[in-house]
């Protein structure tokens, strides 16, 4: 056994574990990635075994304490730059960047998190659905969503003039589905997380400092630790081949809580008999961002002594295709007063000079950020994750006919519902390349890359899929799989309440076939 060791400076060094003592040691469970979905099963598996031993495994280092706008605007420009993508893209659109730090994509995520209807999760297994509607409940309360409307004063009387117009028109606007009451529009954040300063948005770290706090003797984390592959004896997966070292797992069950291009990769190295079913369902979402400004004049009796936001979900389909928009908005009339309030509360705050930008004394400032569904073609040139021969992971989104077709559906909703919104009041547009307001929608609205990639390692019975309704590999004992690349389809909501609704219900499904010490707890 290899024990190499690189040692982990500042922080790291402090709350986390020494690879060559862990490699030393017996766990109940080995988790792939301190990103979401590891920390929220650790957390569940403790919950429900409180004995159990668990140790995680994060390729990162640790970077920030929480989301990067809980901790004010001085950080925010590392939501543009802390991000990686160690892979090459050679189709249509390019494969988002990962966040290659303790926390992953939490750090810096929107916070958007829809609940999908049963028929929005077409072809998932019907058991694993049924399992999701007893999940939903923890999964919100965990993540802190809340209807925008309840989280902050500040999503007040702008929030509610939007939503008047748009619950009054939208009806009109091709593909939009309607809605029976207005409050059915407000936005489902995971911004309503207790913390000393009110609430916050969540983040995956927080939650998985507390567990180690709880759990000292039993729960530990090693950073910096890059798995390379699985080894497997048979069905059983026996070792991790690490950056640090080669960790035996002894008795461990070992759970693959990657964002979907890495566990994907490291299945095609891991799993050489599956390559004809690993990296194939590739599925995510297209995306457009409109920015736009109107007077003040535009929205009478918004407040002078605070700041007025708005966060808005318009769902939308197409005949065999999903898609939403996400409408954000901002007033103030004291940008020095209120910049601070506004950066922590605005969902999409990504882009070099956002905060500033939608802080403008004399204009409401509209932001709809639209996804539609790139669904998942098993027929060639097919969407994929794959290994070149030069051993670089590839990722190939290929666009068909119905993805482009809900693309340009997307995007005339969205025209339309600016709008709708601003009626008559003379509207500018930001132009990313001219980095200028302009009297036109900009060309450069659409983003160059697929995001919310999925599938890969889907769920479902033998032959076709990967891994069993349990999220167990068909080809291994031992091993599962949550988050993303589970799903067996994609649409066009937010996976995130979805992801954690999979982690604690494999959480659960681990706790009833575990031999543990003592019995399963459930709270």
Sequence with gaps: MSTAHTTTAGVDEHLFADFADVAARQ?????????CTGTIVAHQVLREQPQARVLLLEQGPYLLPDHVQNLGLAYQPLMDQAVAAPWRSDGDLDVVAQVPYLGG????????????????????PAAVVDDLEREWPAARELLGVRPAETLNPAFGELHRQLRKRIHAGAGD????????????????????VPGPAGTRKFSAVPLLLRTLR??????????RCHVRRVRFEGRRAVALETGLGTLPTGPARVILALGTTEATRLMLDSLPAAADRVGRNLAGNTASWFACRVPRSAFPGLSEDHAELAALYVDAATGDRQFHLHVSASATADPDRDLEEIYRLMPDMFGRGTPERVCDPGHVVILVHGLAELAASHAEPASRISVDSDGVTVGTFRLGPADRAVW?????????????MVGDAETEYWSHADQAWVDEVPADRRMPFAVHETGTLWMGGRPDAVTDLDGRLHDADNVYVTGGALFPTRGSWNPMLTMTALCLRLARHLATTADAPQPAVRR
């Design 173 to 192: 606007i091709a593909h939009v589905l309607p809605t029976v009451e207005e409050d059915e529009l407000d936005a489902q954040l995971a911004a309503g």
């Design 105 to 124: 994509r939490t750090l810096f995520w929107s916070g958007s998190c829809p609940q999908p209807a049963r028929h929005q999760l077409r072809g998932w």
């Design 27 to 35: 766990f109940d469970y080995v988790i792939v990635g301190a990103g």
């Design 214 to 223: 709880r759990h000292p003797q039993t729960a530990a984390v090693v950073t």
């Design 408 to 420: 340009d559906a997307m995007d005339r909703a969205a025209a339309d519902l600016i709008s709708l």
